[in-house]
Every structure is written in C-alpha cells, then in structure tokens.
C-alpha cells in the first residue's frame, strides 16, 4: 500500500513538474540600469518563463544607440528602460507603443505619469522617479542654513561647511547639474516647446559664472576625470570630504556601498530649482512581442518590486502603493523631488545637454569665460531649435 | 615450487608497485593533458588576438586622437566653421592633406558645419550620424565597397569655449586590419577574423569568409559581440576565442570582435602528440618495470632460497658450522642468525648428550653405593677373618701368604668400596653453606697424608696458609685436597707435589695441586674426571677420585680443570669465590 502511495506522489510530482510553461522567444529587454540595478533585475528575471534576453546599454550612448536601432527596426528589442527626456523623441517619430489598458490605469503617481506621458498620451510606464537632491550624511550635522531655500542659502550653507579637507558642495561638470544654478538665475535651459533658448539672459552668465566661481574657491570639489565620476564622489563622500552632494538616485547604491552605514547612512534634501526626471519602459513599435513585453513592464513595476527595489537601492517608486511601502530613503527623495521641475518635455531637450556640458567643462577650466562659452550654446540650440522647428 | 612461487609472487608485487604509479600517472596525464593544453591553448590564443587587438585598437585610437586634436585645434578660435578668408580656407587644406599624409589609415577627412554642410574635403558620406547624443564622437559602421572596407570616424570639433564649430568625419581604410591579420603567426589550420558591430566580416585569413560578408549566427561571432569582453567556445570540433576591440563600437553601440579559430585536431595537436608519448612512455616504463623486477626478484630469492636449503640441513641435525649465507640487507643479517641458530642447536645438543650421561653417571653412583654398602660387611669379614687366620699362621706357613693375599686384595676391595660409597655421598649430599679458610685444610690435609707422602717417598708441600677464605664446605674442600693429592701420588711416585692459591680476577682465587709425573695429555683432560676413567696402572686407584672431586666442586658452584703445570706435570686448578672468613668453631 505504501509502495503505491510512493509511486502515486511520484507520478504526481512528475505531472507537476512537467505542467505547461509559457514558451516562446525571449523578451529583449534593453536597459540602461546601473550595476546594482542590473543585479537586482538578473535576480528578478531568473528562471523566469519567457525568458528575459537583457542587454546593457552605456547610458551615454544608449539614445543614440536605440534611436539607430528603432530606426532601422533591424535586431528591434521588445522593451526599452528610457530615461524619461527620449521619450518625446521616440514618440514625436512614432517609436513606441502604448501600454494596454490595464497597465495604463495602475495607480501612477501623478509625477511619474506625467514624464511616461507625450502630448497627453500615456506610451510608457514609469519605472522610478529621480532628479537632483542635496545628499548628506545622516549622522552629520547639517550645515546652517538649512535646508536652503534657494541656491544662495545653499551656497552658503556649502561655503560655511568648506573646511581644509573638506568642499562643502560636490557635484559633476555637466549642464544638467547647471539647471538648478540657472533656474537659480531666473533663468533656464531651452525650451522646444515654446521656441525659447533660456540662457539668452544675464542670468545664465551669471550662473556659469556663480559655478565656476564655487569651483574656483574651492567650495565645490574639483571634478575628477571624465570617467570616473560616480567613483570618485562616492569615495570622497565616504571619506568625509563632501558636506553635501548633488546627486539622483541612481548614485545611492555606489554612495552605499563605499559608506560604512549603507542606504540609511544618507541624508536626503530638496535642491532648490532641480530638475526632476524619471525612468520609463518603453515597448517599441518594431518589438516582435509588445504584448510580452508589457508583461514584464508590469512585473518590474508592480508595487511590491518597487518597495523591494527601493529598500535595495533607494529607487524612488511611481506608485501610490509602491511608495507606499518604500523605504525611509525613497520617500525622502520623493519628498525632496516634490518642488522639482521636469526638463523642458521636447524631443530636444536630451541633445541640449551635447552643448551644454563642454561648455560648462570650458568655464571651470578656465578655456572660457562665461559669455563666451554660452555663446556658442547660444548658437548650437539656435540651430536645434530650428532644425526642430523645420 | 613454493621458492618458485615466492619469486614469481615478488616479481608480481614489483611489477605491481610499477604498474600502479604508471596506470595513476599516466591516466593522470591523459586526463589532464586535455584540460591543461586546452587552456594553455585558449590562453595562448588569447595572447595572440590581445596582441592583434591592442595593435588594431591602438592604430585607430591613433587616428582618433589625432583627427581630435586637429579637429580642436582646428576649431579651438573659431566661431564659425565657414572660413574667415582665404588664408583661413587654404589652412583647413593643408590641415586634411597633413592628415590625410601623416595618418596613413585615413583615407579622406570631410569636415562639415553643424549643419552638415561641407566646409572642407568634399561632401559629407551618405548615412553618417554628425555625433548628436553621441557626447564627442564616434567610430560608425563599416562600410564595403569596391574600394575595400572603410569605416567613418566621427568627431566633433569644438572650440575652447566648447561651442561646436565643426564636425570631421575621416574615412578610415580598414586595409590595415588586413595587413595585421596577414603578418599574424598562425598555427596550423587557425585563422582570425574581425567583424563589425553587426557581425559583417572586416578581415579575414579565412578565404572562406569574404570581406562585407555577414556572420550573424555563427556562435563564436554571436558570443564575441555580446557582453564578455573575451572568451572561448569549442563546437563542431573547433576551438574559437574571441575579443572585443575596445576602440571599435558601432553605432549601436555593439564593439567590433576579434575571432580566432582552429580545428581542434589542430589546437591539440600538441596535446595528441604527447599522450602518444605518454603511452610510449609507460610501455617502455613498464617494461623496464619487468625487466627489473625479474632481476631483483631473482638477486632476492637467490639467497632466501639458499637460507631455506641451510635451514633443512640443520633441520636435519646438520650444526656444523658453514660460512654464513651473504645478502642484501635483511637477508644478510638473516644467514649471520641462522649461522648463530645452527650453532647453539649443535651446543644444545651437546649439552643434552652430556645430561643425559650425567644422569646415567648419577645412576651408576647410586648403584655403586648400593653395592657397596652390600658389599662393605661381607668383605670385612672376610678381611677379619684372612687376618686372623693369618695371625694364627707361622711366618713361613704355606697359608700364610695366601691368606695375606686375601687380607691385602680385600683391603684393596674395600677401598674401592670405600670410593664408592664417597662418590655416592658426593652425588647425594646436599649443598652445605658454608666458608672456610683453606690454610687449615690444607694444614689438616698435609697431616692426614703425610704418612702416604712418606710411603711414595714423594713431598708434599702446601701453603695456602695466608689464602683467603673461600666459599666451600670444610668437609667437601677436604676431600678434594686429599683425592688431588692422592691423584698426585699416584701419578708421580717420589715426586714434589705442591698445593698453592693464587688471586683471580673477580674475587676469586686458584687453589692449584702440581705435581712432577707426566701430566694429564689433552686428549684425556675433558674425560678424566668421568668416573671409572683413569690411566693409572690397573690396581692402582679406583677412577672414582676426581670423579667425586669434579662433583664436589660443581656442587659448590666452583671449577676445576687440569692442564700442565708450570715444571711439567699435570696442574689440578680449582678456581673458587672468596668468603668472609669462617669462625673456627664451624670449621669441620
């Protein structure tokens, strides 16, 4: 009797085991996450059926290199993780796709749902939130005043905390850490939609030249090289030698990992005037799978991963329920991004920075004076908007 | 047979403990000779396409950095890319033709306005990105022609103030990734091919694999455009390596891929070659294996066969001594022992036939006193009554001397019988712990005889006065004394006989008894204290007297022996312990 209770288990075991799996060609999921991200997702995606083929794209190129991709739909993958500014792009040239209704109407945050949204069409899902916030460390003493209300009480407040072996502020030579200087100057970058160049006032010089000045004292740390950015800060922010840092997000794991208490060893702060963003999946027009695709969308964006991811690394949910459940450090950087405002939402707002940055690279140099520097830019968004506007 | 087997079973163990270290190393060899040339293979691949790589790498990054730093210098004072005036126009010549002289690699060098518009060096090439969202520049994707493979090389030119002026796109022949690939030292059956980002073949030793030709799908060229940086497949026997190009990345991003490929009956052709050698190897290994197993199987056998043939003979009661059996070690060691065995067996022998005469001498004894003591009253009266009727007899009556005959053979009979019931006494009396000076008895044993001495008309002579005391009974020293000297008179008739001690070694001393006659010859010695042995003239003696002297003195854990005395004659040597001194009133 027993022996055919064995071998009845056996056969029920073997029936289980041999139970229908969804088949089919994996889901080609390319992504720009960051290392820490990338680990998270190849755990999630593990075992998964269908499988996930995820291919890592260099954030630098990643636009460039989706754009040519999604061009020639040739080797098309079937779902993208966008930042939030080459969106409009891809849905200006017709790229990408809807999400199906029921994936539409999950409780967004209104934030999220508005940088996945393009001409008031929701055609991704937001994965996280971020943009610039002011980090510090939790166990510091924060530096006086604080937190800024605007971009001279945060000079102040970075120049008070400047000591020998310490900057008070730390952030990276790259026009999308100049946005807040700039909007700080009553000024901002161009704007597609209104035709605007945003820096054709004084106030532009004046917050390149406020920057290099902050560099020029000392106050700001002096920019490592090209490269090796997240590194560095994140060492120098481990050794004590940032009071403050202007970051995102997507700088938490590394900030973590070099720092002695983890995630819950970072103080996070509204920076006056920053830019806020987000990261999207996008499920392309060419993608051979879309309806796959958008399952696995679901997957990476249901409520539970996002509180898992954000005790993980600190990404900031675009749920109601998800951020719910975050952690400590995901609903202070949302809190922080409240006041933040998105990038111009044009297809060129992405390729403003191309011009921006080396610019900016040339003021702290010293190869440039501010005027000149946003001369050229000047004339290099001109051309864009133009371009844009044909 | 069984010394057979013995030989056969070592030459089986030597031949064993060759067979097992030669099975283990040589499975060993062949088990990892695969794995280890397999990776000294792949990392020696490895080398040779990093090799090829960095070179590749190096003569584009070259390019790169050179048109870079034209192109910043070139737009480091500008505003606008369209010439300022003709010396300005004819500079941005001599720029290209400098580049287009000094960097071989590059075939023509376009450079564009913002725009796109042609500034200088021609129209810009069809499909070219200018670098927007590509952060400075680029390295495109090939293109083929008939003119060969090119590949466009874009970057931006901006000025100090980081303003972009210009775009400089060059036109980089990728002839020299052929050339690199031709001067490469394959090994048999290897080629190496470099691919683009999209799996178009750029180079190729393969005459199979056309140049512009795509090689999607083929697995090493898949996997060398996927993320690992470098590896290795072994398919369809065929062993590939790979690596990314670093400087090499199309637009989308995918880095060009440097492939090497063999055959394995190539790639491990080393590897066949030496496990054959291997095989040879352990063949002649086990051979030479055999060989000397059989030799040292016989040169051990040899004299273990010998040891057995010698441990029959002395089964056999063969105790003679023979030159030891000689071998290596053990064996050696084993003869000397046996040689020794053989020895003692024989000794023990000896000693067992001496027991068992003893043991008969002890028999004869008891029956000697038997018979003597049956024999004592009988013979003393007829020794009483011969004297009576001889007393009774005139001197010259024909009796008389018959009767004095049988007085004188009785007295004779009953000295014998006397010497028999002494010996008896010997063999039966117990041991007596005793100590005595040997000066009294000497003393005493001088008086006793002193009338015998005078008869022989030989002289006595003892001084063992100052001799220590010894460990003997009184009585039993006596005797001794008396039966030696006795022996003495008898041997040496009207000689000097002298009775002396000297200091032995060990606390012993050597009473010695000299006399002057013939001494004992060597061939008797070992039997003249047996008894009834004598060679003294028939009716002289009983040949019981040292008999009973020998058992006396073993009784009291001394010695005697006989050799010749120092003028001649033979020396009785009793060797015997010293003792404290005896009081005189135990002395006998």
């Not at chain 2, 505003?79 to 004819?90: K, T, Y």
């Not at chain 2, 002057?516 to 060679?535: Q, S, W």
Request: aromatic share 4%; proline share 7%; net charge neutral.
């Amino acid at each position: 009797m027993q022996v055919r209770i064995w071998i009845a288990g056996a056969l029920a075991l073997a029936a289980c085991d041999r139970a229908p799996r969804a088949e089919g060609p994996p889901v080609r999921f390319a992504h720009t996450l960051a290392p820490a991200e990338a680990a998270a997702l190849d755990e999630l995606i593990a075992g998964r059926a269908p499988a996930v083929e995820a291919t890592l794209l260099p954030f630098s190129r990643a636009e460039a290199v989706l754009g040519a991709t999604l061009a020639s739909a040739d080797d098309c993958p079937d779902l993208l993780r966008i930042d939030a500014t080459w969106l409009p792009a891809l849905a200006a040239a017709g790229r990408v796709s809807p999400p199906p209704p029921a994936l539409a109407a999950r409780a967004w945050l209104p934030a999220g749902r508005e940088l996945a949204s393009w001409d008031g069409r929701l055609l991704a899902v937001p994965m996280s939130l971020d943009g610039l916030v002011l980090i510090r460390p939790a166990t510091a003493a924060p530096p006086t005043p604080w937190p800024p209300a605007d971009l001279a009480q945060l000079e102040a407040a970075a120049a008070a905390a400047t000591t020998a072996g310490r900057h008070g502020l730390g952030l990276r030579v790259d026009g999308y850490w100049l946005v807040p200087f700039l909007r700080g100057h009553g000024v901002d970058v161009a704007d597609g939609t209104r035709g605007t160049l945003g820096i054709d006032g004084a106030g532009a010089e004046a917050a390149l030249a406020d920057l290099a000045a902050l560099f020029a004292r000392g106050v700001i740390a002096p920019p490592p090289a090209p490269g090796a950015e997240a590194e560095h800060e994140a060492a120098a922010f481990a050794r004590g030698e940032l009071a403050i840092l202007i970051s995102g997000p997507w700088a938490y794991p590394a900030l973590a990992t070099a720092g002695a208490d983890g995630l819950g060893g970072l103080a996070i702060d509204a920076l006056p005037g920053a830019p806020r963003g987000a990261q999207l999946l996008a499920v392309p027009s060419c993608a051979r799978a879309p309806e796959r695709a958008w399952e696995l969308a679901g997957e990476l964006t249901a409520p539970a991963t996002q509180a898992a991811w954000s005790r993980r690394l600190g990404a900031v949910p675009t749920t109601e329920d998800g951020l719910a459940a975050a952690a400590p450090l995901a609903r202070a950087t949302y809190a922080a991004l409240a006041a933040a405002r998105p990038l111009p939402r044009h297809p060129l707002s992405a390729a403003l920075f191309d011009d921006l940055s080396p610019a900016v690279a040339a003021v702290v140099a010293g190869d440039a004076t501010p005027a000149e520097a946003l001369d050229g830019v000047r004339r290099a968004w001109t051309r864009a908007l133009a371009a844009g506007a044909r | 047979m069984r010394r057979r087997s013995l030989a056969l079973r070592v030459i089986g163990v030597l031949t064993l403990a060759a067979l097992i270290p030669t099975l283990a190393i040589g499975t060993l060899a062949f088990a990892r000779t695969r794995a280890d040339l397999e990776r000294e293979v792949v990392r020696g691949h490895l080398a040779l396409i990093r090799a090829l790589g960095a070179g590749l790498d190096a003569t584009l990054q070259d390019a790169r950095r050179t048109v870079e730093i034209a192109a910043a210098t070139w737009a480091d004072t500008r505003v606008d890319a369209a010439p300022a005036s003709e010396l300005d126009r004819r500079a941005t010549e001599r720029l290209l033709a400098r580049l287009d002289r000094d960097v071989p690699v590059i075939a023509r060098v376009t450079i564009v306005d913002p725009t796109g518009a042609p500034v200088a060096g021609g129209a810009l090439p069809p499909g070219v990105d200018l670098g927007a969202r590509s952060f400075g520049g680029y390295v495109g994707d090939a293109a083929f022609s008939a003119e060969g493979a090119h590949v466009p090389l874009v970057v931006q030119a901006r000025s100090r103030t980081g303003a972009l002026v210009g775009v400089f796109v060059a036109e980089i022949d990728l002839g020299f990734v052929a050339e690199a690939l031709r001067g490469a030292r394959l090994g048999a059956g290897a080629t190496v091919t470099v691919v683009d980002g999209r799996g178009t073949v750029v180079a190729s030793t393969d005459r199979r694999a056309a140049v512009g030709t795509s090689r999607k799908g083929d697995v090493a060229i898949d996997r060398a455009l996927g993320a690992a940086a470098e590896g290795h497949t072994s398919r369809a026997d065929e062993l590939a390596v790979f690596r990314n190009l670093a400087s090499y990345q199309s637009l989308r991003g995918v880095r060009w891929a440097i492939v090497l490929t063999q055959p394995e009956r190539d790639a491990y052709a080393v590897a066949a070659a030496t496990r054959r050698l291997t095989l040879l190897v352990a063949v002649i290994a086990l051979a030479l294996a055999l060989a000397v197993g059989a030799f040292l199987a016989a040169r051990l056998t040899r004299p273990l066969a010998a040891l057995a043939t010698r441990a029959d003979a002395i089964a056999h009661g063969d105790t003679a001594p023979t030159p030891p059996i000689r071998g290596p070690g053990e064996v050696g060691v084993l003869g000397a022992r046996i040689e020794e065995m053989a020895g003692r067996i024989g000794e023990r022998a000896e000693l067992q036939a001496a027991l068992a005469r003893g043991d008969r001498l002890a028999s004869v004894g008891v029956m000697a006193a038997q018979v003597a003591h049956e024999i004592n009253n009988p013979l003393t009266t007829v020794l009483g009554y011969a004297a009576l009727l001889a007393e009774d007899k005139p001197a010259d009556h024909a009796d008389r001397a018959g009767l004095e005959l049988i007085a004188d053979e009785a007295t004779r009979m009953k000295a014998i019988v006397a010497g028999l019931l002494g010996y008896a006494r010997a063999e039966t009396d117990g041991d007596r712990a005793a100590a005595v000076a040997p000066g009294e008895i000497g003393r005493l044993v001088a008086a006793l005889l002193a009338p015998a001495v005078r008869k022989a008309k030989a002289s006595l002579t003892v001084t063992l006065d100052d001799a220590p005391a010894i460990a003997f009974d009184g009585h039993a020293l006596q005797q001794v004394l008396v039966n030696l000297v006795t022996n003495a008179l008898h041997a040496a008739p009207g000689g000097a006989i002298t009775v002396s001690w000297g200091p032995l070694p060990g606390g012993r001393i050597a009473l010695d008894v000299c006399d002057d006659g013939p001494g004992v010859p060597p061939a008797e010695r070992a039997r003249v204290f047996d008894p009834f042995v004598t060679t003294k003239p028939a009716g002289v003696g009983t040949g019981l007297g040292l008999a009973v002297v020998r058992h006396l003195v073993t009784r009291a854990g001394a010695a005697i022996a006989v050799d010749d005395a120092p003028a001649g004659g033979a020396r009785f040597r009793l060797t015997v312990a010293t003792a404290p001194v005896v009081p005189p009133a135990e002395a006998p």
